[in-house]
C-alpha cells in the first residue's frame, strides 16, 4: 500500500462512527458509516476485530480506562492500526468496541505487547460476559463498489482463559486457532 493510498484510508477510517443508537447489539456492518467512510478510498483487504462485552456493575472503570489506554497506545506504536472505536456502555453496560487494520499479520504482532498481557489479566474481572468476532473486510470493486464482511470465526469467552478476549481488542490469539 502506497503512501498517498494509505494516508486516505487511515482519514476514511478516523470518520467511521456508528449510524444507530444500538449499534451494540447490531451486526457490525449495520451499525456504522462504513460505505460512506471508505466508498472510493483503495484497499482490497483489511482485518476487523470485534469486542462486544457486558461489563460487570462493580467493574472499576478507572483501572479498565488505564489498561486500555496503554495496550492502545502500544498498538499504535506497533503500526497498522487504522481505527479503535471505543465504544460507550449502554444502559444495560453492554459495549462494542473494535479494531481496525490494515491487515492480520499487524494485528498479531500487535498483541504481543506487555500492556496487552496486563488488559488480558484484568477481563474476568472487568466483564460478566463478551465476545469476539474477527472479520476480513473485503472491497469488492466493479459498477457498485461493495463491501463485504467475512466472518472468520468468534471466540468466545473462555473461563479457563479469561484474557483470551482483551488480548484480541487490539490483536490476534497467539495460538493455531488464530
Known sequence: MNFDHRAGLYEACRRLSPIHPDHANLPIQ???NWSS???GVPFDRLYLVVFRSVRRATADLHV???HDNRAYAD???AGGLLR???GEMNAHR???SFCLWESREQARRA???ASHRAAARITAEVYESYTLERYDLIKIEGAKESLVFRRLGEVPAREDAPGVAARELHGVRRDSAS
Open 30 to 32: 449495520e451499525g456504522f
Open 37 to 39: 467512510c471508505l466508498a
Open 64 to 66: 479498565l480506562w488505564e
Open 75 to 77: 498498538a499504535l506504536e
Open 84 to 86: 479503535y472505536f471505543k
Open 94 to 96: 453492554e459495549c462494542l
Open 111 to 113: 498483541s504481543g505487547g
